[in-house]
Every structure is written in C-alpha cells, then in structure tokens.
C-alpha cells in the first residue's frame, strides 16, 4: 500500500445537477470528495445510476461539474487533455481508421510527423498483440480486440493517468477475464494511476487497491474499501485466495443493500 | 493449320491483352444478362413499332430512335451542344447547393444559435413544391440561365443540408469525446470526426440532389427555353419529330442513371470501412 504518496487527482466537493423538463432538479453527484494517490489503482463500483460514469466524465474534463472541483497533479481540470487518458465503453474507436490510424490518432492530433506516429502506434499494437492487425478496419475486429485498440490508442498519448470507464462491460466473460490479466500485467509495468469504474465486483476486488462504493439516489461515496491483495496478480490465483472472497462479498453486501434499497 | 498456330502465336504473345479484352467481354455480358428485362422491353418496342401495333408518329421504333441519338449526337452535335447546355446548368445548381448545403448543414449540426435561426426557415420552404417557385424567380432572375440554376440549387439544397445536418448530428458523442481526450481541437474533431462520421449520410443526400438536379432542368427548359435537353423534347414534339424526341428522353435518362453510378462507385470506395449489407 502506497498511500502515502502525494495525491494524483484530486477530486474535492463535486456535485453534478441535471435540469429535466418535468421534474426539476435532479441531483446525480452529491459532493463527492476523496484523493487517488500517485501508482494507485482505484476501483469505482456501485448499482446502475449512482453517477460512476458521470464522475468519470467530470475526472476528464468531459462533462463540467455544477460545483466542486477536479485537481490533477494540484492543477484544476479545466477540459480533457491527452494526459489524462480515456478508455470508455462503448467501443469508441474510430470505425472508418485503420486500426493502425486509431492507435495513432492522439500523436496525430499534437503534430507528430507521420513516420514517427506510425512506429509509436506500432510500438504500442505490438504490446497489446494486435500488430497484425494494423491496416484492419474495426468492424473486422472482435470486441475483445476492439478494446484492446481503444487501450493503445490511450498508451499511444503517454498519459499519466489512466481514466476507464467500464472498458470490458460488453464483452463476454472469458475474454473478460484475459483482458483483466493483460490489463494488470501491463498495469504492473509501470504502475500508472487509474481511475476504473466497473460495475463487476470480482473486477474491482481484483485490479484495484483501493475500491470506492457508491450509493445512488443522489449519487455518493458509500464506502471506501482498501485492497491488500499481493502483486503481482493474476486472476486464476487470486480468486483462489481467501482475502478475495471475504472482500468480494464485504464489497457485494454493501452493493446489495444499494440495489435493494432502490429496487 | 498453319493459320491456326499464328493465330495461337499471336493470342500467345497478346496474352495480357487478350485476357483484359476477355475480361471486358465477359463484364459486358455479364451487365447485359443483369438488365435483361430492359433489353426484353427494348425488343417489344421494336416489334410493336414495325409490325405497326402502333402510329410510328407517336412512337418510332427503337433502331430509328438510335439512328437519330447517333446522328445528332455525334455528326450534326445539335443534341451534344443541347446536352452540354442542360449539364452546364445542372452541374452549376448542383455544385452550389453542394458547397453551400454542406457548409450550412456542418454549421447547424454543431451550433445551437445557426441550428435554431435556419431549422424554422428550412421546414417552412421544404415541403414547398421547388417549381411552383419558378414563376417567381423568373421574375426576379429572367429567362435565361440565372433562374434555372436557381431552381436547380432549390432543389438540390434541401435534400443535401437536411442530409449533412442529420448525418452532423447522428456521429456518436463518445467518438467526439474520444477524440477530445486525445488532445484534438474542436476543428480536428471536425475534421477527423464529425465529417468523416457524417459523410454516408451526406453522400446519399449528394444523390437525392443529383436525381433532383436532373427534374429540375428537364422541366425548368420545358417551361422556358430556347436550348438544353428539356427544351429539344418539347421542340421536337411540337415539330412531329418522336425520334428526336424519343433521343432527347433517352438522353436525359441515360445522364441520370449514370450520375447515379458513379456517384454509388464513389461511395463505395469511400465507405469501404462501413460494413455493407449487400456482401
């Protein structure tokens, strides 16, 4: 547990509001406040409609906040910025470039030349075991491998953070479970802090230090649960280990009583 | 014998050649076995006209007609210059209500203030029949070419930015989110996102308008012309010329289906990224 480095992101008394036609204010985020410290992996996991997404968003500089604010590194986030990486769900890779083209999308928009981008985007294909895909199009791909881009495409801007916004949501359990471990082996390379919403228990308990539950209705932190599984991890052996499961049933009881609550 | 083993010489030495001209014959073949059924209809136009099922003064037979297309066409270039004067007009109209059509529509997909001051305007005119307006700009804009382009980009502009806006507005959000996290400018997310995005949507508008190009110009000279293709076919009907007007027809229509073509080749190789239903 490094905890005791200095806060990455700093997220401090941020609450969202909607305006709807007929019912008024609605309040998705309710002054949300806690700190990602440096190399930290954080999980947040909670019921459909606590807002995890739109604080995601807000992280990114995506959506604005109607009050509170985002520090990243001490700095307010003012709109998104290829530091802060995005992976978000919905397959958001850009289906009329090359596979090749997507991962070298963001080095392509701060003016590297075309020689260079191209190695880069190479560099990092090869790392997610997608070179020979290169001049694919996206729908000639799955959507295991899809996400893989969407991954490159992140690592292709060197961010310092990485923001993921239920990257493995659609897909199907088995590649799921390849893509955690690949995600945690290239994770434990480097150790950049992550922000990771997921709605899947075992995922957050498996990946992260720290997971932030949250409660809807208006959205809030629920509870703060530390992770002291070892690492280097692996999913086979970790859901072997009895610490995971004491902590995956703390996380899902906390999770249930949400649901049932608004179910 | 020895004719045969030249002619294999020849075929052997030609071998690129002959396999390209194979290659050709068999395209040809292969087109006129999928339009059959035009070719069946071409056939009874034949036959009904020389059996005299029907006054050749109201219909000629198809030979006649082509004799006359060829004749016009390619040694006196009456209908070629008539022709060209119609495509000059079309092209125009068409070319304005494209660049302008697809400026706008951008604009009014991505600005709320360009969205709500032209969205009113164009529901308002677009159920408009484009010709019933043409009187109108023949008072304003004479007889001449001015007031045919007019009605030309009238009716190619509306189904070209109603395309481009909707085409502006449907590209996913997270696509443009996506590009923004990675560090585009709002006109490389134009750019590299929304035009690419919307382009399917824009080139089916493209060919709508080009449909729409082609009435407007037929029925704009047939209305007030002294040149084009519409005028020749009221001209030629009023002279008891079928077989001009028949070329005049078939001209139009053969013009048509081409753009169209073309414009679907085009779009084809465009699009070859988007998953295509007929494969």
Same mark, same amino acid.
């Given at each position: 547990?490094?905890?005791s480095?200095?806060?990455h ?9 909607y305006h709807?036609a007929?019912r008024g204010?609605l309040l998705?985020l309710? %002054? ?8 930290e ?7 459909s $409609?606590? $807002?995890?997404?739109t604080?995601?968003?807000?992280v ?6 109607t ?7 001490g700095?307010?986030v003012a709109?998104p910025?290829?530091?802060r ?5 919905n ?5 009329w ?5 997507n991962?070298?999308y ?5 003016g590297l030349?075309?020689?260079e981008?191209h190695a880069?985007?190479m ?6 075991g997608?070179? @020979?895909?290169a001049d694919?199009?996206?729908r ?12 490159a495409?992140?690592?292709?801007c060197?961010?310092s953070?990485?923001?993921? @916004?239920?990257?493995f949501?659609?897909?199907d359990?088995?590649?799921?479970e ?7 082996q290239l ?5 950049? %802090?992550?922000?990771f ?5 075992d995922e957050?308990v498996?990946l992260s230090d ?5 409660g ?7 509870q703060i649960? @530390?992770v002291?599984l ?7 052996e970790i859901?072997?280990?009895?610490e995971f499961a004491r902590?995956?049933n703390m996380v ?11 179910a | ?8 010489l020849i075929?052997a030495a030609h071998?690129g050649?002959?396999?390209a001209?194979a ?5 040809c ?5 999928r339009?059959?059924?035009?070719f ?8 009904t006209?020389?059996l ?14 082509m ?9 006196s ?12 007009r079309?092209?125009?109209g ?5 660049i ?5 529509g951008?604009?009014?997909?991505r ?5 709500s001051?032209?969205d009113p305007?164009?529901?308002v005119?677009?159920?408009?029949p484009?010709?019933?307006l ?5 008072v304003f804009?004479g007889?001449?070419?001015?007031s045919?382009i007019?009605?030309i980009?009238?009716?190619c502009?509306?189904?070209i930015?109603?395309n481009t ?7 996913d959000?997270y696509?443009?989110w996506?590009?923004r ?16 995005g919307?382009?399917p949507?824009?080139?089916?508008g493209?060919r709508?308008a ?6 407007m ?9 002294n040149?084009?293709?519409?005028y020749?076919i009221?001209?030629a ?5 079928p077989?001009?007007m028949f ?5 139009v ?6 753009a169209?073509?073309?414009?679907l ?11 295509n239903e007929?494969e």
């Amino acid at each position: 547990m490094s905890s005791s480095a200095a806060p990455h992101l700093s997220i401090c008394n941020v609450t969202m509001k909607y305006h709807t036609a007929n019912r008024g204010d609605l309040l998705a985020l309710d %002054t949300i406040s806690f700190t990602v410290p440096t190399g930290e992996f954080v999980s947040i996991v909670g019921p459909s $409609g606590c $807002g995890k997404s739109t604080l995601l968003y807000i992280v990114a500089g995506l959506l604005r906040a109607t009050s509170g604010e985002v520090l990243s590194k001490g700095v307010p986030v003012a709109g998104p910025s290829p530091d802060r990486g995005v992976v978000l769900q919905n397959f958001s890779i850009f289906p009329w470039r090359r596979i090749v083209e997507n991962v070298a999308y963001g080095p392509e928009m701060t003016g590297l030349g075309k020689r260079e981008r191209h190695a880069l985007a190479m560099k990092y294909l090869r790392l997610v075991g997608l070179a @020979d895909f290169a001049d694919y199009y996206p729908r000639e791909l799955s959507g295991g491998m899809k996400q893989r881009v969407a991954i490159a495409q992140m690592l292709a801007c060197n961010p310092s953070v990485f923001l993921m @916004d239920e990257p493995f949501g659609a897909l199907d359990a088995l590649t799921r479970e390849i893509l955690q471990d690949q995600l945690l082996q290239l994770w434990e390379q480097d150790r950049k %802090t992550v922000l990771f919403v997921t709605h899947s228990i075992d995922e957050s308990v498996l990946l992260s230090d720290r997971i932030i539950i949250m409660g809807r209705r208006p959205g809030h932190i629920k509870q703060i649960v @530390d992770v002291s599984l070892p690492r280097p991890r692996r999913s086979a052996e970790i859901r072997l280990l009895p610490e995971f499961a004491r902590l995956r049933n703390m996380v899902s009881a906390l999770i249930r009583e949400e649901a049932e609550a608004a179910a | 014998m020895s004719d045969a083993s030249d002619t294999n010489l020849i075929v052997a030495a030609h071998r690129g050649q002959g396999r390209a001209i194979a290659k050709f014959i068999y395209a040809c073949v292969n087109s006129i076995l999928r339009y059959y059924p035009i070719f069946i209809l071409i056939a009874l136009w034949e036959l009904t006209a020389r059996l005299g099922l029907v006054d050749p003064a109201f219909m000629p037979p198809f030979s006649s007609v082509m004799i006359t297309l060829f004749q016009e066409l390619f040694v006196s270039h009456e209908l070629l210059i008539h022709t060209g004067y119609s495509f000059a007009r079309a092209g125009t109209g068409f070319g304005l209500a494209a660049i302008i059509g697809i400026t706008l529509g951008i604009m009014m997909g991505r600005s709320r203030m360009v969205e709500s001051f032209v969205d009113p305007l164009i529901s308002v005119i677009f159920p408009t029949p484009k010709l019933a307006l043409f009187p109108l700009m023949m008072v304003f804009l004479g007889i001449g070419d001015a007031s045919k382009i007019a009605l030309i980009f009238m009716g190619c502009f509306f189904p070209i930015i109603i395309n481009t806006y909707t085409g502006v507005k449907s590209v996913d959000k997270y696509f443009i989110w996506n590009a923004r996290t990675k560090g585009a400018s709002n006109f490389q997310v134009l750019l590299t996102v929304v035009l690419p995005g919307a382009l399917p949507m824009i080139f089916s508008g493209l060919r709508i308008a080009t449909s729409m190009a082609f009435l407007m110009i037929v029925a704009s000279e047939l209305i007030a012309s002294n040149e084009g293709l519409g005028y020749i076919i009221l001209y030629a009907q009023r002279s008891f010329n079928p077989e001009l007007m028949f070329s005049g027809i078939i001209l139009v229509s053969a013009m048509g289906f081409i753009a169209d073509r073309l414009l679907l080749r085009l779009g084809h190789w465009l699009f070859s990224w988007q998953e295509n239903e007929d494969e």
